[in-house]
């Protein structure tokens, strides 16, 4: 059986303002081309099918239109519901939906509840219920707060409450077992402990990591998992898909893909990375700007949705426009002074009370918002506003 493990597919999320439905697009093409062309059986995705709890309704349209695409290729899905989704919503119809091949996993009472495949040996189509089956569970997010209680976990914390929705999974392939071999493949939105993480990434806990410990799956025939944005490998058995997307400019240096997985007789497993194509490069620039407006190193970044970090001792002036000039694309401009005059750890309270006049106090303020001091015709304009505001109280 062949396997594709994707996950957080943050269907509707917007790039530092930039609307990414046309690059979601994009990847549902090469998903589906993936599916035709690989012969794949199943679809699992990890949970973060949506950006937010209540998406748009081209959004929901874009899930709708991969869901078409994808069982009209010949594949099932299996999907649970992330920290990002509505369980509730996303979970609508799902009786229904399972009648044409997609099965969802939204509610903590179903999820030591399988989708069953039979196991094929010689890809021929045949169902051999000797050869064994692979059952898929699918643990949704889950909020210890809200289900501790119901799992009957101890405390209301990750690690119990994932424990006890991994006991039942067990529990339940230990029935199965009974009547023959069952490969079960368990697919979770969480922490694994080993992962590492992005900043696109939401901690999943209050207050703390909330990481489960990776041996709680180990003993699966296979875990996709999701929430990471990284693709990774915690265990042969276990991984990351990571999303199809950079979400973050942290993400710069992802190589975005999936798991191909292929399950075989005895839970034998083999596991092929697919690797999407990007939209758009990302990059992440720094330096002063006439070292990145000159640096010929720097033009492949043209093209490039750009972070960029100036360097200069002062803020340059219209900064954003010149970085623009060349990096059109740039969506992010932060600065960090460097050099012997790069502003000091002087609070602006202290520089507030040093200044000996009016127009000393409004030049210090630009200064501060801008890392840049007045220049001379900024200096008269002000002078020439403190003294009319002078002349109006005065009543002249």
């Known amino acids: 059986m062949r396997l594709l493990h994707t996950s957080d597919w943050h269907l509707g999320r917007s790039f530092h303002g930039v609307g990414m439905l046309d690059a979601q697009r994009n990847f549902v093409d090469q998903l589906v081309s993936l599916v035709e062309s690989k012969s794949v059986d199943v679809v699992l995705i990890a949970g973060d099918v949506y950006d937010r ?30 920290n990002h989704d509505s369980a509730i919503r996303l979970g609508f119809a799902s009786r229904l939906l399972e009648r044409g091949g997609v099965h ?9 509840v399988p989708v069953l495949f ?38 209301a914390n990750h690690f119990d409450v994932t424990l006890a929705a991994v006991e039942r999974i067990r529990k339940d392939v230990e029935k199965r ?21 992005s900043e696109s990434e939401r901690d999943l806990s209050i207050g703390g990591l909330g990481a489960v410990p990776l041996d709680l799956f180990e003993d699966f025939a296979y875990t996709a998992l999701g929430h990471l944005h990284g693709r990774q490998e915690l265990a042969p058995n276990v991984r990351y898909s990571g999303s199809p997307l950079a979400y973050s400019f942290s993400e710069a240096k992802h190589h975005k893909g ?16 697919v690797l999407w194509d990007a939209p758009k490069a990302l990059a992440t620039l720094r330096g002063t700007l006439e070292d990145l407006l000159s640096g010929e190193e720097h033009a492949w970044a043209e093209s490039a949705y750009c972070q960029v970090t100036l360097t200069d001792a002062q803020r340059p002036a219209q900064a954003m426009e010149r970085v623009r000039a060349r990096f059109p694309e740039t969506l992010v401009l932060s600065f960090d002074p460097q050099g012997a005059e790069a502003r000091t750890s002087t609070s602006y309270s202290n520089r507030l009370a040093a200044a000996e006049d009016d127009l000393g106090v409004c030049c210090g303020f630009l200064e501060h918002v801008r890392d840049r001091g007045a220049n001379h015709a ?18 002249l």
């Open 53 to 82: 709890a209540l998406p748009g309704l081209d959004v929901v349209q874009l899930l709708d239109d991969a869901l078409v695409r994808i069982t009209q290729a010949g594949a099932g899905v299996v999907l649970t519901s992330g």
């Open 104 to 112: 969802l996993r939204t509610q903590v009472e179903e999820l030591d």
């Open 118 to 155: 039979a196991l094929e040996t010689d890809g021929d189509g045949a169902d051999r219920s000797g050869d064994g089956q692979v059952a898929i569970y699918g643990i949704p997010y889950l909020e210890p707060r809200l289900v501790a209680e119901r799992l009957g976990a101890e405390n």
């Open 177 to 197: 077992r009974a009547s023959g071999p069952v490969y079960p493949v368990v697919l979770a939105h969480t922490f694994a402990s080993g992962g590492i993480t």
């Open 258 to 273: 999936a798991w191909l997985v292929d399950l075989g007789a005895d839970g034998a497993m083999d596991v092929e990375e």
């Open 378 to 395: 900024e200096e008269a304009a002000l002078r020439e506003a403190l003294e009319a505001v002078r002349v109006q109280e005065a009543g």
